[in-house]
């Protein structure tokens, strides 16, 4: 049995996307800036994939600009922020949770000679309100808080957050990086005071290389790529018309299982988590811890991550365990999967240093089945104990 919950790294394209790129690789190759038909036809490909997105987030076509994925799409929200604006102000807010693809950005603007705030966040991975309300400055001129944290599905409140900043001033620029959120909650950035949004389009059943950052109309932002003028000059390069269909109808496909999708995965979530607390020793990590009602607590988390940390197990070693078991999971983010240094999410909720490279995330898709959960609880409920003895030994 090969069971695959490692849906927060990448998730499986759906059937149909690989058919309508391949479609568009075989019979739509025209390059969308020519004027000819061949060309005309690829350019249609693009603006019914902005169309789709944009439909779906309830802002205007024109504000979808197509990247090469989240971590570009981080980075030219914050570069092209910080450079356009540098002249009001020097600061910005952050969380110390973040992406590496914001955390890496904020250390770069920082060498740039900008100044960034690294917030603390509470034991369940959110930001308060009032952290974000008392960094700010006159000098700030752009906040970023990620949606749904990537290793432990913490979900912070950002139209909360980005009412406290535009109350503050109207002025700052706003960021969230709903890699993860996207296509599991509805977000609409103009109602919520949003000025950018990115987005990636293999974590929902899309293509790998394809992005997206929504920049509200009228937010001055900078390009970091210089060329030709495509997509108004904000990103020059000829547009990756096959993997911008991609990500257009995958966008198309999950929103129409947003209404029951993510209440199902919800259901797998609490069921797995269940059955996780029967195993001794196993602490779930990003779900508050303090009297609230389970299942409400559950619902105050991503839907689709859980992470949970096993005393006394290395997380490489019962990894690999569970993969000769068919299982696939992550320890911690596949983007610092490789490197030996502690997990900062980790770090930054406070979690005891002898569970920091004793933990594992376990993320859903809507393909997730709970005949697959169950498999992989039976397997840790077996695994974990063998593993524990030999390391006592």
Known sequence: MDIYLDNSATTRTYDEVTEYM?????????????????????????REAAGTIAEHMKVDPGEILFTSGGTESDNLALIGTALANKRTGKHLITTKVEHPAVLETMKYLEGQGFSVTYLDVAKDGRVSPGAIADALTDD???????????????????????????????DIVFHTDAVQSFGKFRIYPKRSGIDLVSVSGHKIHGPKGTGVLYVRDGVRIRPIIYGGGQQKGMRSG???????????????????????????????KQYFIEGLQNIPDVRINGIPDDGTDPVTAIRMSAPHIVSASFEDVRAEVLLHALEAK????????????????????????????????????????????????????????????????????
């Open 22 to 46: 391949t479609y568009i690789m075989k019979d739509v190759y025209g390059n969308p800036s020519s004027m000819h038909m061949v060309g005309v036809n690829a350019e249609r490909v693009v």
């Open 140 to 170: 700030t001129i752009l906040v970023s808080v990620m949606h749904v944290n990537n290793e432990i599905g913490a979900v912070n409140n950002i139209e909360e957050l980005a009412g406290i900043v535009k109350g503050r001033n109207p």
């Open 238 to 268: 000829t547009e990756n018309v096959p993997g911008i269909g991609g990500i257009g109808l995958a966008t198309k496909l999950v929103y129409e299982d947003l209404d029951a999708g993510p209440d199902r995965l919800y259901g797998l």
């Open 326 to 393: 068919g299982i696939s999971v992550s320890a911690g983010s596949a983007c610092s999967t490789n490197k030996p240094a502690p997990s900062a999410t980790l770090q930054a909720i406070g979690l005891d240093r002898k569970l920091l490279e004793s933990t594992l995330r376990f993320s859903f898709s809507y393909e997730t089945s709970r005949e697959e959960l169950e498999y992989t609880l039976n397997v840790l409920s077996d695994e974990v104990p063998k593993l524990r003895r030999f390391k006592r030994r």
